[in-house]
């Protein structure tokens, strides 16, 4: 199957810093690819779709200004969380769809201390 | 709207138990179905799926039938290990595009020796 590719898998950051995850499709083109968060014990919520060349299309009460997402080629989407705080802390996946099924990156636990 | 309806755990069972996990949904057209797996700390990875009634999905002992006219697509293991302690997702594509896949809220499953 397709491989997707998400970086960093951990990342420890201060309160007020930017932490910037990235999303990589391998073995295919996506130009479309979807953020979801994960809180503790729960299902994947969905952020936002990321749309190759255009501005990411953010689901109902997710801060855009705070979670900045840039597609800017076929490969690649990124996830920046910006001014992180403790509250933000959770687990990140992205994932892609060249065939009806998703694919999933590894997910990046973000903790902000 | 589409909506998937999994049963909710946690699902404690010893090993060689059997394991019926069910999962209904609501769409409209003819979705794919998908069960997806979870381990501690990681993405998902997509365990089995139907494309069209009556599929039978299986992989690594799992079975689940996308059943039309009960609209179900219940996961079943004969014989669970250990290694199989985990989260299980139901989730639906509707097939039409990029779009993200519609997940029910999970199933974490512990299977004790």
């Known amino acids: 199957g397709a491989v997707v590719s998400q970086h960093p898998s951990r990342v420890i950051c201060k309160s007020g810093t930017s932490v910037k995850i990235e999303c990589r499709s391998l073995d295919f083109q996506a130009t479309t690819m979807f953020w979801y968060r994960q809180f503790p014990k729960q299902s994947l919520m969905l952020m936002a779709t990321?749309?190759?060349?255009?501005?990411?299309?953010?689901e109902q009460g997710v801060e855009k200004d705070k979670f900045l997402i840039n597609h800017a080629s076929l490969t690649l989407s990124t996830l920046t969380v910006t001014s992180a705080h403790p509250e933000d802390s959770s687990f990140y996946i992205c994932s892609a769809t060249p065939e009806p099924e998703a694919f999933f990156g590894q997910g990046t636990r973000l903790t902000v201390v | 709207g589409n909506s998937v309806t999994q049963m909710e755990g946690p699902v404690t069972l010893s090993e060689e138990a059997f394991l019926t996990i069910n999962c209904t949904y609501t769409?409209?057209?003819?979705?794919?179905l998908f069960w997806y797996v979870q381990y501690p700390g990681e993405g998902l990875q997509l365990l089995l799926k139907a494309t069209k009634a009556d599929d039978k999905g299986s992989n690594k002992g799992f079975e689940a039938t996308y059943r039309k006219e009960t609209t179900s697509f219940h996961l079943e293991k004969g014989s669970v290990q250990v290694s199989d302690s985990a989260v299980y997702f139901c989730?639906?594509?509707?097939?039409?595009?990029?779009?993200?896949?519609?997940f029910g809220k999970g199933t974490r499953l512990s299977v004790i020796a």
């Open positions: 990321s749309n190759e060349g255009s501005k990411a299309t953010y």
């Open positions: 769409a409209t057209g003819y979705p794919s």
């Open positions: 989730a639906l594509s509707p097939n039409s595009g990029n779009t993200p896949l519609v």
